[in-house]
């Protein structure tokens, strides 16, 4: 046990990301429920907490107390903090499964602010690196999780507009600050390009970081600025901001994201992500009634395609099987079709109301299929990597 225990928390993604697979299983398997009259409650408030804060929230919990203390050159997480966030976890959970809203986003909030003093801790302490330029939008996202958890938790009544900014804070924020932070530096590994954000070991602040940067605080802003857009009844402004930060920021400082040249599985699922979620913003300009669904593109095709492809780069790069992310990785391509095959069934749910009802239900199912076939391939790949360590190849 006290091994077991030393692995999950030196590779906390070894629990937080089954985890958060399980949370969006269930998550997206309540539409069949509530159609099959096996739970009584429409369950949209419950699927997107379901969705975001659990199944994003272990994924963004599982990466940071995995590559955070290496990001920073400090200590993985202690038993405490591992416990306590494991703990915070799968009690929200609970209050999700016991149709506990408010408890359920008090307990997000309680969830997100111990990783952000976690991670938080170890920028200002002991550690042997300056953090990367977009560290801090990850912090940010990290307080805006938090601080719009306890805001919906305590259920204090306020206007429309600022509700409707800090759902939106909560349901995208938690998503887009920590991806805008973090991809400039991560995703150029998926093409073979060297980052704009990896500079060489400092304590002290090194040379050429302050301009990547300003760059990040600046679509972070942007970004928060097109939720009080969109919150103050300037939807399509609001969601055009949102794009052109999002484009702009990744575009301009993610190397080999926008091209066509070619790359692998995973590195299609990458740049397939980036004009997906760009439509999941840009059609609610043409059909502002059908909102929801068209978000999806943004939610399934976008962000969900990005969290299986650094997870699977994250198992394989702690697996031994660092080598597989520079071969073909054929069977990635098969996994952005399945979930833009998801996200379009989803999309079509709203858009034909004659098929609503069944497409819910067929998207729900291709989720699952979906991340069954991940699951089924990452096994293999392990598995693989395990026979030859056996056989001495």
Not at 59 to 83: N, Q, Y
């Amino acid at each position: 046990m006290r091994s077991l225990l030393s692995r999950w928390e030196e590779g906390p993604f070894r629990i937080f990301f089954p985890l958060g697979f399980a949370a969006s299983v269930i998550g997206v398997l309540l539409w069949p429920a509530f159609f099959q009259g096996l739970i009584p409650v429409y369950p949209l408030e419950a699927h997107a907490r379901w969705m975001i804060p659990g199944f994003i929230g272990c994924m963004i919990t599982g990466f940071l107390g995995t590559s955070g203390p290496r990001l920073l050159g400090t200590r993985s997480l202690s038993l405490a903090e591992f416990v306590g966030l494991l703990s915070l976890a799968l009690s929200m959970m609970t209050a999700l499964g016991l149709g506990k809203l408010q408890v359920a986003d008090l307990l997000s909030g309680a969830w997100m602010l111990l990783l952000l003093v976690s991670m938080l801790g170890r920028a200002v302490g002991k550690r042997h690196d300056f953090p990367p330029p977009g560290f801090p939008l990850i912090l940010l996202g990290l307080a805006g999780a938090s601080g719009t958890g306890f805001f919906l938790g305590t259920g204090i009544s306020t206007t429309f507009p600022i509700t409707h900014f800090v759902r939106l804070l909560y349901f995208q924020g938690i998503l887009w600050l920590p991806i805008l932070g973090v991809a400039p530096y991560l995703l150029p590994r998926f093409f073979g390009r060297r980052s704009l954000h990896d500079f060489d070991e400092s304590l002290k602040l090194p040379v050429g970081w302050l301009r990547p940067f300003l760059a990040s605080f600046l679509a972070g802003f942007i970004l928060i600025s097109s939720f009080a857009l969109e919150a103050t009844g300037h939807t399509v402004a609001g969601h055009l901001l949102r794009a052109t930060a999002v484009v702009g920021h990744l575009g301009l400082q993610t190397p080999g994201l926008i091209g066509i040249g070619r790359v692998n599985g995973l590195g299609s699922c990458v740049r397939w992500a980036l004009p997906c979620s760009i439509a999941g913003w840009l059609l609610p300009a043409y059909f502002p009634h059908l909102r929801i669904g068209s978000l999806h593109l943004m939610f399934i095709g976008g962000v969900g395609l990005l969290v299986l492809a650094v997870a699977t780069r994250v198992i394989l790069g702690h697996s031994g099987r660092a080598d597989r992310l520079i071969s073909p990785l054929i069977p990635w391509h098969g996994l952005w079709i399945l979930v833009h095959l998801t996200a379009a069934t989803r999309l079509t749910a709203d858009f034909v109301p004659a098929v609503r009802t069944s497409h819910l239900a067929y998207a729900a199912l291709l989720w699952v299929v979906l991340l069954g076939f991940w699951t089924w391939r990452m096994r293999l790949e392990i598995k693989a990597k395990a026979w030859t360590s056996k056989s001495g190849g």
